[in-house]
Every structure is written in C-alpha cells, then in structure tokens.
C-alpha cells in the first residue's frame, strides 16, 4: 500500500458549507446559537474560516452584533484582517446567504468533514506506530481504541424542557402499564430479585462479589441463561478468563439439567440424567449466548470485540466479565489505579452501547464468621468499584463462615444475596438455595410470594 497516495489528496472539506455557515451567523445572528454547541474552530478547514469564526465567537460572548461591520472591526482589533481575507472577502461572505434555515445542514457537514480529517490523520500515526518497535502493538491498538471514541463520540444535544422531559416519562409509563410488567430490565429469573431490584437494565454496570468458591461464577452463568431464556430478542456475552469455553459449557448444561457437575465431566451420568443432559443440550444450542473465553484480556480489547458484537448482534443486552480483577487496563502507578481504569471502562461500556453490564468481583479479605459479612469496603483493589458500579451484590454463604441458627451450625446449602448498593431499589438480603452439585440456585418457596419479609425483621 502507497501511504503517500493518500496524504498527497486534498483532505476531506466543504469550502461552500463552510462559507456558507458563517455568511448564515452574519446574516442572522439568532443562528449562532444553533450550532455554537456543535462547532468550534477546528471543525473549519480553511483558515481564514477559522479566524472569522473565532471573531464571531468573541462577539456572541460579548454580546455584541455579528455583521459584516462588526466582524472587520474585531479581526482589525486582533491584528488578523489580512489573515481572515481582507474587507472584500468578508463583505462577499456577508451577501453569501440571505437566510440561516440551513445553518444546521452547513453544520452537519463541517462536523463530517472534520471526523473524516481526523480519521485520516488517526490512520497516518497508527501506521508509524506499528513501525516503530517502541510502540507495543497492544498500546498502539488502545490509543486507536480511544481515539475513534472521542471521534464518534455524538454532540452534545440542547437542554430540554423539564414539560418535554415530563412527557417522555408519561410515555414510558404508559407503555410500561399496558405491558404490565413489574421489573424494567431483563427478568433474572428470581422473582423476588427482580422485584428488588427491577432487573438487570441496560446502561447500567452492577458488580457480583464474593470470595472463591461462593458461587459467584455459577451465578453469573445462570444469571446470563436465565437472562435469555425469559426475556424475547436478547443476547448475552460471557467473557470469561479463568475457565475455558469448554468448562463453561459444562458448567451451563450442568445448570440447565440440574445434573451433577462432577459425572458429567468424567462422563458417570446415569440414564435418567443423560435424558434431561439431551434435552439441556437441544435447548442451549439454541440459546443466543456468546462466549469469549481469552485468558488474557485488555479492557479496552474486550471494549472493541463488545461494540463489534453489537453491530453483528443489535440485540445484545447483557456482558458479563468474569471477573474483572483478570482483566489487564492502563498502565498506572498502582493496582489501585489500573483496577479503577478497567471498572471506569466497564462503566462507560454500559452507557455508551446501553446494555447491562455485570462484572464478577473478588473481594479484599476473608469473610471470617457470622458478623464479618462482606461490606462495600471489602471491594477488592479499588475504592472507585463501589464509586462506578450502579448496583453491588454480595453473595455469603454463613453455613461455611461459621453462623449458628438458634445454637445450631447454619445450613451451608443457603446462600445470602446480599444488595449492597442499588440505584432503583432497596438494600436488602435474600436467601437463595444452592445446590452445589449441579451449581444450582433457586430462590427459597417462601420468597416467592408478596409476603416477603425483609432479611433484617427475619433476623431481628
């Protein structure tokens, strides 16, 4: 490939969209504020463009006219009448337009220019980088990540109405009735959850925490079956970096099945359970759950293969990572630091593509009796996990911690689920039953029901 071929073309520019913006500010002065959001200085190609504009600019701040008079005026002010073209320029400029209800087009088309001079100018330092041995490729391919964000990055749009913005939420609400629904996400598939915490919603990033052998990859899994099973046209990403995608397929048609993990991978299943492992299997080929199983995963490349899976896939609605300490971020001064990085990413994941987003959570210290249950402060690495994440969830088991119920050991068959922080519910615990051969959960009988009694009266 000839690079030069490319940079020796004029770039990409619109010089009559260009003119004719400005000889629209001139011309109506109302318009201004139209595009002043939108446009900056950069955004012209032509210099003498950008000099005017900026000579407009002043003017609006300081709330004085914008016309052919005023405009040489403060480019003779700024030494820069020459550099703008000249008197005669800015008197053609000002006769150019005789209207400003095409501001908004001219607009449109200088910021399409400018994305695609910064996409050639972002192509030309890629290349350089990926020949020069300095530049690790994972680095360079980060840079290009965020800079391709920033560039597709959408405007920021005008403020709204508090009536507008009132008429939008009627509307959902309305919606939201006749489809007499309880929960605004994606049901779990554990009903009293659900009702806690609406469900999994898109554009939000909810942690699942626990120490090893809690149950916390087990749940993930069948949060992410359920999620598909009972909700019409979604589609789930696994990305998990400690199991390979064989085992997480074992451990999925263990759940699915209720049949014992273990027989299964040394292949001792009895007839009955072989029966309920076909029809398991026939009902998850069928799933549309994605895998991504890489043991090494930088944030920013689980962040590119997610919006590539959302362009292939529309109805993606729900990522899981587990977990999120195994993910590699920006290089920084501290652990602390670079686990902040990976869970701002995984925050900014959520919102930007609008899917849920749950992120597996190790925690900082051993859960050592009945009353050491996992708080916030036991988010392991970074303090900014608790900041970023819109939901925290604790899973603790206190059969395996040491918990007495009335002098007697707790059953080590329940777990606690304990909603730490929730943006659209209460904090609260609810038992769930696990069923650690099959790596099962199921919400207690009694918690189906709207008699539910909070975990602090059931204690009390």
């Avoid at 915490?197 to 949060?223: N, V, W």
Wanted: charged residues 25%; proline residues 5%; contains cysteine.
């Amino acid at each position: 490939m000839n690079q030069d071929r490319y940079l020796e073309r004029m770039p990409p520019q619109d010089q009559d969209a260009e003119r004719s913006l400005l000889g629209s500010v001139m011309w109506d002065n109302r318009t201004f504020d139209r595009v002043a959001a939108k446009i900056s200085p950069e955004h012209f190609y032509f210099k003498a463009h950008r000099v005017i504009w900026e000579a407009c600019t002043r003017l609006y701040e300081a709330n004085e006219p914008m016309d052919q008079i005023t405009v040489v005026d403060e480019l003779r002010k700024k030494a820069q009448l020459d550099e703008a073209g000249g008197v005669v320029f800015l008197a053609d400029l000002a006769a150019l337009t005789a209207t400003g209800a095409n501001i908004r087009t001219y607009a449109d088309i200088l910021i399409e220019m400018h994305h695609r001079r910064k996409l050639i100018e972002l192509s030309s330092v890629m290349c350089d980088r990926a020949y020069d041995e300095r530049y690790a490729p994972l680095a360079t391919q980060g840079g290009v990540e965020r800079a391709l964000e920033q560039i597709s990055q959408k405007e920021d749009g005008d403020p709204v109405t508090l009536g507008d913005s009132l008429s939008g939420v009627l509307r959902v609400y309305d919606e939201r009735k006749a489809a007499g629904r309880d929960v605004i996400g994606y049901r779990t598939g554990f009903p009293t959850l659900d009702r806690l915490t609406l469900g999994l919603i898109p554009s939000e990033y909810s942690l699942l925490a626990a120490r090893p052998s809690e149950g916390k990859s087990a749940l993930a899994l069948q949060l992410a079956r359920q999620v598909v099973e009972l909700n019409d046209d979604v589609e789930v990403v696994i990305f998990s970096l400690e199991m390979p995608d064989q085992v997480v397929t074992q451990r999925l048609l263990s759940n699915k099945a209720r049949i014992p993990f273990g027989l299964l991978r040394v292949g001792r299943l009895t007839e009955g359970d072989e029966t309920r492992l076909s029809n398991a299997s026939s009902d998850l080929a069928k799933a549309p759950i994605y895998l991504d199983c890489s043991p090494t995963l930088h944030v920013i490349e689980l962040r590119g293969k997610v919006r590539r899976l959302k362009r292939k896939a529309p109805a993606l609605g729900l990522v899981i990572v587990d977990y999120l300490q195994l993910l590699t971020g920006d290089t920084t001064e501290s652990r602390n630091q670079e686990v902040g990085s990976i869970s701002r990413h995984l925050k900014a994941l959520a919102t930007e593509l609008k899917v849920a987003v749950l992120a597996v959570s190790q925690l900082s210290r051993p859960v050592g009796g009945s009353k050491d249950r996992p708080t916030l402060s036991s988010l392991r690495d970074s303090g900014s996990l608790e900041q970023d994440a819109d939901n925290v969830f604790f899973l603790y088991n206190p059969g395996r911690n040491g918990a007495k119920v009335n002098g007697a050991p707790a059953p080590d068959n329940e777990i606690d689920f304990i909603i730490a922080k929730a943006r659209n519910g209460p904090i609260e615990t609810v038992t769930l039953n696990w069923q650690k051969d099959s790596m099962t959960f199921a919400e207690q009988s009694d918690r189906y029901d709207d008699e539910y009694i909070p975990y602090d009266a059931r204690n009390a």
